[in-house]
């Protein structure tokens, strides 16, 4: 490979048009040098854009470990050592929700190893039951919990029991198998030739969903469950598709949630003398360290999973770690809010209770409708 040879800077920008008076335009700040004539200088481009992107995080991070210094620097007015908050917080949203989805996984050999117990587990379990009030005690042990978990989803969800529904048809189908060839009569299997029949009538029903809500939220959210009920399916085979899609989704909603902490900080400090915006600043640099304690958090546990089949003492150790980032979360936005907004403590508290309240809420919520929306696009 022949590189190319190497070409005089021009005597004028090739952006602007203004003479040049030296390696960059005073007037608009592009480099004289051509990455794409000079194959050095494109190499040279790339490796100076990650260490000064890589200054400027370090710089950024150590600052953001304190509570409110990075935030109080920004609205001083000390904007160009830092990272901007919003590219901050979006590069650390991604990358944390990346790294849960590896961190976060559901073993779908032990799903698959729990979705054959429902066949041929729960068949060797009839097979060594030898009169039929022993099938009959099983078919009553192994039927009662499924049931009384189907009974507390709701009945006008469309799909929502389909699942323990289907577990009870397989148990009673094996119980009349084993009955029948146990010789027992008739009269022996009403009770459970009554609970499958009745588990199969409620398979095909579909009730359309009810709730207070305008008729377009209505109709979005039983088109939701409709989904949801077609994806069980997949869902039984491959777990970990809800937990992708769940935190695939989990940067996007952020975008939402964050302006609305905004919003609550400007109601809550209405006279701080500090506009929207200004709120923003804080409320990005607040969910940017909760990204990257909970990054720390996912980091460790992963970290766990490697080290602690070699030294089983290390888990109780990383476990100490992973307690102390979750218990400084909340101490280190309470620390925050009272630096920057400079009041009294008891005041700061009564207000930070409150902006938890129902900012706890509204995630609460948030994280309900996106685990429908999730469930619906695995």
Same mark, same amino acid.
């Given at each position: 490979? $022949? ?36 194959? +050095? ?89 030898? $009169? ?50 146990? +010789?027992?009569?008739?009269? $022996? ?129 990383? +476990? ?27 005041? $700061? ?6 902006? +938890? ?22």
């Amino acid at each position: 490979m $022949t590189m190319s040879k190497p070409h005089a800077n021009p005597e004028a920008c090739e952006n602007c048009a203004t003479a040049l008076q030296g390696e960059f335009c005073h007037a608009c700040g592009q480099s004289s040098h051509n990455p794409v004539r000079s194959f +050095g200088h494109a190499v040279e481009e790339v490796f100076e854009s990650f260490w000064h992107l890589d200054g400027r995080i370090f710089r950024t991070l150590r600052d953001l470990l304190v509570p409110g210094r990075l935030a109080l620097a920004y609205l001083a007015g000390q904007r160009v050592r830092f990272i901007p908050p919003l590219r901050l917080f979006v590069v650390l949203s991604l990358l944390t929700f990346f790294v849960a989805r590896l961190a976060v996984h559901i073993d779908n050999d032990e799903a698959k190893g729990e979705q054959g117990r429902n066949s041929t587990q729960v068949a060797a379990d009839f097979k060594q039951a030898r $009169t039929a009030e022993e099938v009959e005690a099983l078919r009553k042990d192994l039927t009662k919990n499924l049931v009384e978990a189907r009974d507390k989803v709701p009945a006008n969800i469309p799909g929502a029991r389909a699942g323990f529904d289907a577990s009870i048809v397989v148990i009673d189908k094996q119980a009349r198998r084993r009955l029948n060839e146990l +010789g027992a009569p008739a009269s $022996t299997q009403p009770e459970a030739a009554f609970a499958a029949s009745k588990a199969d009538e409620d398979l095909g029903e579909s009730t359309p969903f009810e709730s207070p809500l305008p008729d377009f939220a209505d109709h979005w959210i039983d088109g939701e469950f409709h989904r949801i009920n077609d994806n069980l399916p997949r869902l039984r085979d491959d777990p970990q598709r809800l937990v992708n899609a769940f935190f695939a989704a989990v940067p996007s909603t952020l975008f939402v949630l964050v302006p609305l902490f905004a919003l609550l900080l400007r109601v809550l400090y209405l006279f701080s003398g500090k506009v929207y915006l200004e709120h923003l600043v804080v409320a990005l640099y607040s969910h940017a360290f909760l990204c990257l304690a909970l990054l720390g958090v996912l980091l460790l546990s992963l970290l766990s999973t490697a080290v602690t089949p070699w030294a089983a003492w290390s888990g109780w150790v990383i +476990g100490l770690a992973q307690f102390a980032l979750v218990m400084w979360m909340p101490i280190y936005l309470l620390v925050m809010q009272q630096r920057v907004y400079r009041q009294f403590w008891l005041v $700061t508290l009564v207000k930070y209770c409150v902006l +938890g309240g129902i900012y706890f809420t509204v995630v609460v919520g948030a994280a309900a409708l996106l685990m429908i929306a999730s469930l619906a696009r695995i």
